[in-house]
């Protein structure tokens, strides 16, 4: 079996806010972390650990103060505000505990919306999105506004608009945080047949040792270090 390459690699990552000279804050400590193609990894910690901020670097939504973030073969650290506004579009699929979909707007029309911004024709953008929203149960409601949907029916919405580029990599902050057991178990089967169906890269961030267990490799991070890896019961799938 050929090897895996390495699609996430953080090395001696660490991450300073100022507040304020000379109060800064330094959230992340030297963090190296490799994810290889194809994985199901969630970085566990409580509330403080420095998971969101660890995400939000995986997802070159905030850039590290020092370390070198190659993210598929591209030095993020080194790349121009226009490409990581690229690789955000088209390699990274985003999943948050809020949702974040536009009110007032179909849940057809925010699965499009991502497709919008890549240029995609009008015709190729509804068909993917209803294709998605199907394949996320959602084929019933793609006319209905976010206010009229339940907190499982919106995440599933987001899971499909994270999807509409299909990009390489999922990153999951917390997404079953708003709803309730039985929905998270339906939001988590999902995650597991992108990532065994369509070997989608998924990073979850979750405070859940029960969700964690379920992934391939558990990352345990605590006051802005990782403190351990293992694997969970998800493992080489």
């Known amino acids: 079996?050929?090897?895996?390459?390495?699609?996430?690699d953080l090395r001696k990552i660490v991450k300073r806010f100022y507040i304020g000279s000379p109060n800064e804050l330094e959230i992340l400590h030297g963090i190296d972390l490799k994810v290889k193609e194809g994985e199901f990894v969630s970085i566990v910690g409580s509330s403080g650990s420095g998971k969101t901020?660890?995400?939000?670097?995986?997802?070159?939504?905030?850039?590290?103060?020092?370390?070198?973030?190659?993210?598929?073969?591209?030095?993020?650290?080194q790349a121009k505000d226009k490409e990581l506004s690229h690789i955000r579009n088209q390699k990274i699929g985003f999943v948050f505990q809020t949702y974040n979909l536009i009110s007032r707007t179909s849940a057809l029309k925010n699965v499009e919306?991502?497709?919008?911004?890549?240029?995609?024709?009008?015709?190729?953008?509804?068909?993917?999105?209803?294709?998605?929203?199907?394949?996320?149960?959602?084929?019933?409601?793609?006319?209905?506004?976010?206010?009229?949907?339940?907190?499982?029916q919106k995440q599933r919405v987001a899971i499909a608009r994270a999807?509409?580029?299909?990009?390489?990599?999922?990153?999951?902050?917390?997404?079953?945080?708003?709803?309730d057991s039985k929905t998270g178990r339906m939001i988590m089967d999902i995650f597991q047949k992108l990532n065994r169906e369509q070997g989608k890269t998924i990073v979850l961030i979750t405070h859940s040792?029960?969700?964690?267990?379920?992934?391939?490799?558990?990352?345990?991070?605590?006051?802005?270090?990782?403190?351990?890896?293992?694997?969970?019961?998800?493992?080489c799938s």
């Open 53 to 77: 901020t660890m995400m939000n670097i995986i997802g070159v939504l905030d850039r590290a103060t020092e370390g070198e973030y190659i993210l598929d073969g591209v030095d993020v650290s």
């Open 113 to 152: 919306l991502p497709m919008l911004y890549a240029s995609a024709g009008k015709r190729e953008r509804t068909e993917r999105a209803k294709m998605l929203l199907e394949m996320v149960g959602m084929e019933t409601r793609m006319a209905h506004n976010p206010d009229e949907l339940s907190g499982g």
């Open 1 to 8: 079996m050929e090897e895996r390459k390495t699609i996430i």
């Open 163 to 179: 999807m509409a580029n299909d990009p390489s990599i999922i990153l999951a902050d917390e997404p079953t945080g708003a709803l």
């Open 209 to 235: 040792q029960e969700l964690a267990e379920e992934t391939g490799r558990i990352v345990t991070l605590k006051d802005g270090e990782i403190i351990g890896e293992r694997r969970g019961s998800g493992c």
